[in-house]
């Protein structure tokens, strides 16, 4: 039921810079709340990446960046390494459906 | 540290009931809202439900309204989801995370480790 539409595969070399998009609708990313960002490592639950479109809790390098504007929200990971290599999700809260949050459809981020 | 231990996962029968708990630790639990959010096999995340931090508020999604309900026992520190009339597809990890509130506003800022329900004959 992901209202949030993200790419489903980006790569990119170690060193490099990837972004991932996430493209929602007026009732959600569009009417102005916040997207937050999240990475899963294989076989381990989800962990808070981004919060509030572009700001990291502590301890989430500074290789990891956020933007958002009109129904779309894109994250950036600037230096690719090898431990990035996971899904990202992003999330925001809805306004119209039969659920309160909406998450993305997953990226599969992979260091070649 | 802040912690969310899930347990009470396991293979029930379609129809059959079932109740995960969520035990939380590091951090004030009566002060927060709590999330459920399971993750079918190789697919996405699914939110399932909230709780408000005293419990006088809860929501569902509409896959599960009316068959799931969402509690907490703030003496205990736990959050608990009761699943009646289990279908195939709420087969799924169930994660159990943390509303950050304040700067964090509506973000899951912390999870558990996830617990498997699997609904089979």
């Known amino acids: 039921q992901s209202v949030l539409t993200q790419p489903p595969s980006v790569s990119g070399a170690p060193g490099q810079r990837v972004t991932i998009s996430c493209t929602g609708s007026s009732s959600n990313i569009g009417a102005g709340f916040d997207v937050n960002w999240y990475q899963q490592l294989p076989g381990k639950a989800p962990k808070l990446l981004i919060y509030a479109n572009i700001n990291r809790p502590s301890g989430v390098p500074d290789r990891f960046s956020a933007s958002k504007s009109g129904t779309s929200a894109s994250l950036a990971i600037s230096g690719l390494q090898a431990e990035d290599e996971a899904d990202y999700y992003c999330q925001s809260y809805d306004s119209s459906l039969s659920v309160l949050y909406v998450f993305g459809t997953a990226t599969k981020v992979t260091v070649l | 540290q802040v912690q969310l231990v899930e347990s009470g996962g396991g293979v029930v029968q379609p129809g059959k009931s079932l109740r995960l708990s969520c035990a939380a630790s590091?951090?004030?639990?009566?002060?927060?809202?709590m999330y459920w959010v399971r993750q079918a096999p190789g697919t996405g995340l699914e939110w399932v439900a909230l709780i408000s931090y005293d419990g006088s508020n809860k929501y569902y999604a509409d896959s599960v309204k009316g068959r799931f309900t969402i509690s907490r026992d703030n003496s205990k520190n736990t959050l608990y989801l009761q699943m009646n009339s289990l279908r195939g597809e709420d087969t799924a990890v169930y994660y159990c995370a943390r509303r950050g509130g304040g700067n964090y506003n509506d973000a899951f800022d912390i999870w558990g480790q996830g617990t498997l329900v699997t609904v089979s004959s």
């Open positions: 590091g951090f004030t639990f009566s002060t927060y809202t």
